[in-house]
């Protein structure tokens, strides 16, 4: 589920197309996304912000982004002002200095970046909570 607020201009974009991806960000371009977040779309074109691919089901994947997810939308659930995009993964890709021997996500390497709303706080993930 990807879940918006209706006042931003993405949401228009998903719902047409049914389509959108997810680009995990990591401390290498985090300056960069923290931009896309303080600028509006509605107010600034950003879709020449990031150099992009666009991926086998249509949607742009960012160049510096060390794992992406192609989703097709199911459902959008609104609650509130918000658009709650259920949906399905088509593809994943990552790239491969973040991969461990099996072919999987190591997440000892690959450190996504989390947002905190409330105090508009970024945190690292990777360190080990559990088995």
Not at 13 to 24: D, F, P, R, Y
Not at 44 to 61: H, I, M, R
């Amino acid at each position: 589920m990807v879940s918006l607020s209706q006042a931003h201009f993405i949401n228009n974009c998903i719902k047409s197309a049914n389509k959108l991806s997810v680009n995990a960000v990591d401390e290498s371009w985090l300056k960069e996304a923290d931009r896309m977040g303080i600028v509006s779309g509605n107010k600034e074109d950003k879709s020449g912000a990031f150099a992009y691919t666009v991926g086998e089901n249509g949607t742009p994947l960012i160049d510096a982004a060390k794992v992406s997810i192609e989703c097709e939308t199911e459902n959008n659930c609104v609650v509130g002002n918000f658009d709650n995009f259920i949906c399905k993964i088509l593809a994943t890709y990552a790239d491969k200095n973040v991969l461990n021997d099996k072919g999987k996500i190591d997440y000892h390497t690959f450190k996504p970046v989390l947002f905190e709303f409330p105090t508009y706080e970024y945190f690292v993930t990777g360190e080990k909570a559990g088995d």
